[in-house]
């Protein structure tokens, strides 16, 4: 899968006292990029939490680079690293819009669960999404 | 009502790049000490949504006195100011414990409503709790 | 002064869950739209605060119609409504996309302070800034 | 080195709309945990700040075991895993006190810097700490 890119920009709330970005944002960014690369493949997330599947986070990580500052104007790449119809995995890249510097790397790791928090298989509920999310891979 | 108090630290992830705490966490602040004089009463709002009720903030007012910083020890007072079963508002102080100056006031009125967003009266769905909640205003 | 505007997508890590918003978020957003005001005018807040003067918040209120939910797209609209070298006022409106629904109103109160936390008389300091904001608010 | 544990309650602004702790918030507890714990050891991490060292994070990760909800009390456990004058690094369990169930692990790695973000070695700028930090680990 290609990289899928969103732009967002510090927000001063964002920031904490060393006057860069706290480093628990960073997760807030992964999943606005996350929420577009969904849209992007033709369904919304909201949409598929209504299909009553949830995508909750079971592992992250994250290697911080370069301090990014309130304003800066940041480009978060995500792609999707695996999808096996139950577990999905994501990769990402922070780069600062100005010089193209390398902000931040990291990873999520992820299960489709139904609301009452079981296991479930994507395919057996939302059988279109399970299909573009396939075809998406082998791109 | 007299006075109900909470004492919480400012943390590193509620500061901003000011070096105070960010104006918008104030809020949080104000949640923990509500959360907790609700238990005081006898009840817990866990609880109370467990009953289907929910308490959602309809208008919200803070006035910044002095700045909270990093690590500071805040004793952050609740009252409440109204409740006539369907409306509940609440007033507040944020006191620095090492001298005792006086950080914050605000005010936050809320709703009872049910699942469905729709308006509830407290004494309807859960009237031992109502009846605790007229009898703390009347102290 | 006429509003200025700026688009946002309300983020999953901004709802709490009522699945909706949580109130503390919209202050957040006010600064967004604060943030890109200023820039309109042209200069910017990160550019005011490496001449050496902050403007942080004294008071602030918000009044919430609609509750905003998880990926509305909500645009946040700014006016400066006081402006007198020491003190500057802010007033909002949030405004769901889809339908127009006004979400909530605001405002936020600020005072220009140095790095001492002593007020400051922006016009001394920067009085280019100064010159726009009063040509600003005559519009 | 010992685990060094606090206690914290998960707040209701903390929570997202799956009704469980967002997971970037488990970053922010880590840090309260950092913060008692240095602490612990006599001196507090925002007289470090104010000696001029400051202890960016560079890498972290968090492993989600089950959700941690609105007004669970958490017992957060940390202790540092090396130190070497120059970086140091931390892991973290985080338990429900309610049935001692594993919530979550975690790391983090940092280095030590001044305020103009170059890499410092501790033991130069505040010696007695360097000591003191060097004994724990031998514990």
Not at 31 to 44: D, F, K, N, Q
Request: proline residues 2%.
């Amino acid at each position: 899968m290609e990289w899928f890119e969103v732009k967002i920009k510090v927000r001063y709330s964002e920031t904490d006292q060393m006057a860069i970005a706290y480093h628990g944002n960073y997760f807030s960014w992964f999943e606005v990029a996350r929420t577009e690369m969904i849209r992007g493949i033709g369904t919304s997330y909201k949409e598929m939490e209504e299909h009553g599947v949830l995508l909750p986070v079971i592992d992250v990580s994250c290697q911080y680079k370069v301090s990014a500052k309130y304003d800066d104007e940041l480009v978060v790449r995500v792609k999707c690293t695996k999808y096996n119809g139950i577990r999905m995995d994501f990769a990402y890249e922070i780069i600062r819009e100005a010089d193209q510097a390398l902000i931040a790397t990291g990873a999520t790791k992820h299960a489709w669960i139904d609301k009452k928090y079981r296991p479930v298989r994507l395919g057996k509920i939302v059988p279109a999404i399970h299909k573009k999310l396939l075809q998406e891979l082998e791109k």
